[in-house]
């Protein structure tokens, strides 16, 4: 079976070019979760040569950012995945850097987004607008007729409703027991070259927002299954695990990775089908580099 290609940032540039506008709104016309920015922000370059980047809520109020190209900051800050921001200068996905910054008390994952937008339009000038485009898609649906999960996907054993907060009861290897999906630090040693990825507490609605970077396109959640479920699966050719530092050999056999589309049917009883529906894309209108602090 053929798969439909991951789509790259210049084609979906230009599939988005090609449909209809159907809304735009300005940035500050959006509605705001929380008054006031945060009372302390540092933005510095990173010119490191490290591939690796994050970026943390912690407790207290504080997001730390570290070695992060400004593209991914403005993901972050409005909930989008890559596909959906467009537009931007060269530098805004070659150029990295290092944020710390801190409210006045612990504040919600959204409301901390909010911040970090205030935080871009005031010290990188961002300037952007939002607009909904036609633009492929995929529904994940379970592959039981009877619409039952299948394979390694079981539902959690943990209460995962409402709000997770910080701080999570964890597992005993580590992992959160809510919202988690990464890689299995209980499985085989890394030396192996096989390694798993896990989701813990996940609805599959978070799960298909968690896909749609992976394929390069919104996956909406057609399963029809409710709560939270647990599942374990390989590494994929499209989520593999990141590069090591260079001069670091790679533990991993990647060629052994399979697709994302042969595993989710094999391990979770999964499958993604193509369409198209409504897009909510942000377009970046201008932007400047912060000056150092």
């Excluded at 060629?255 to 198209?276: A, C, M, N, Q």
Aim: proline share 9%; net charge neutral.
């Amino acid at each position: 079976m053929t798969h439909p290609r991951r789509l790259t940032s210049a084609s979906a540039l230009a599939i988005g070019v090609a449909c209809l506008t159907a809304r735009t709104i300005a940035l500050d016309q959006e509605p705001r979760l929380t008054s006031g920015t945060f009372e302390v922000a540092s933005i510095r370059p990173n010119r490191s040569a490290d591939q690796r980047s994050s970026i943390r809520h912690e407790p207290g109020g504080r997001l730390i950012a570290t070695n992060v190209p400004a593209r991914r900051l403005v993901l972050h800050a409005y909930g989008l995945q890559t596909f959906q921001v467009l537009g931007g200068p060269d530098w805004f996905n070659s150029e990295r850097f290092d944020v710390s910054a801190r409210a006045d008390g612990d504040l919600s994952a959204d409301q901390m987004r909010v911040l970090l937008q205030k935080l871009l339009i005031d010290r990188f000038k961002l300037t952007a607008h939002r607009e909904t485009r036609e633009l492929p898609v995929y529904a994940l649906r379970t592959t039981n007729k009877d619409g039952r999960p299948g394979g390694q996907l079981r539902h959690s054993d943990s209460d995962c409703s409402g709000t997770v907060p910080l701080g999570t009861p964890a597992l005993p290897n580590g992992m959160p027991t809510c919202g988690f999906f990464g890689p299995n630090w209980a499985g085989e040693p890394i030396s192996s070259g096989r390694a798993t990825l896990v989701i813990r507490g996940m609805t599959m609605d978070a799960f298909g927002r968690a896909l749609g970077p992976l394929v390069g396109r919104t996956v909406i959640d057609r399963t029809g299954l409710a709560g939270s479920f647990d599942g374990d699966f390989e590494f994929t050719s499209d989520l593999g695990p990141p590069p090591p530092p260079p001069g670091v050999p790679d533990p991993y056999d990647r060629d052994r990775f399979p697709s994302i589309f042969t595993v989710l049917p094999e391990h979770l009883g999964l499958k993604l089908e193509p369409g198209k529906g409504a897009v909510a894309v942000l377009i970046i209108d201008g932007a400047q580099k912060p000056t150092d602090n």
